[in-house]
């Protein structure tokens, strides 16, 4: 298995999503390349949604909310196989059957972001990555609209445009 990091390679691609070289993870916004991510939105079994505070030793959006499982894609891997792949690193959950709800996209520091977007539904237990993620919890999704709209709790901008898509698909 290839190894998370800052320097990872991952696939540059175009504007159609299509991939045209190749670019280290560091150097996505200073180069202002686009990009591709995946994001897995997590459900328990009443249809709450499970968030993640990220740690705040992360370089983005230190102590932020966000979605339940995030991740840049490798080089050459499609969006199901980063979805799986990282749903067992960031959960430690295994085999949990993703649905694919669509892809998205959005412009990030000047970069264009094309995002994955999978559901599964799990009450878990999880085995999160202590290293990545500060803490999870499952919240309604109105909860994550007031707490949004009243400012009582910092969500990602890439969170709350999967959000978004994911309830314009419902």
């Keep these: 298995m290839a190894t998370v990091t800052e320097g990872m390679v991952i696939d540059r691609v175009n504007r159609n999503d299509q991939p045209i070289g190749l670019i280290h993870r560091d150097e996505v ?86 995002i994955g977007v999978f559901a599964a539904t799990s009450d878990g237990p999880f085995h999160f990555d202590k290293g990545h993620i500060e803490r999870i919890e499952f919240l309604p999704r109105n909860v994550i609209h007031e707490l949004q709209a009243s400012g009582g709790r910092a969500f990602t901008p890439t969170f709350l445009r999967v959000l978004s898509f994911y309830e314009s698909k419902m």
Excluded at 38 to 44: G, M
Excluded at 64 to 69: A, Q
Excluded at 94 to 108: A, E, F, I, Q
């Design 29 to 114: 916004f200073t180069k202002q390349a686009s990009f591709r991510v995946v994001h897995d939105l997590v459900f328990n079994s009443r249809g709450e949604l499970l968030v993640q505070q990220l740690a705040s030793t992360r370089t983005r959006h230190p102590g932020y909310w966000g979605s339940s499982v995030a991740a840049y894609l490798f080089a050459g891997e499609s969006y199901e196989a980063a979805a799986e792949r990282r749903l067992s690193e960031e959960l430690g959950v295994y085999n949990l059957p993703l649905r694919y709800v669509g892809k998205t996209s959005m412009v990030d520091q000047g970069s264009d972001k094309f």
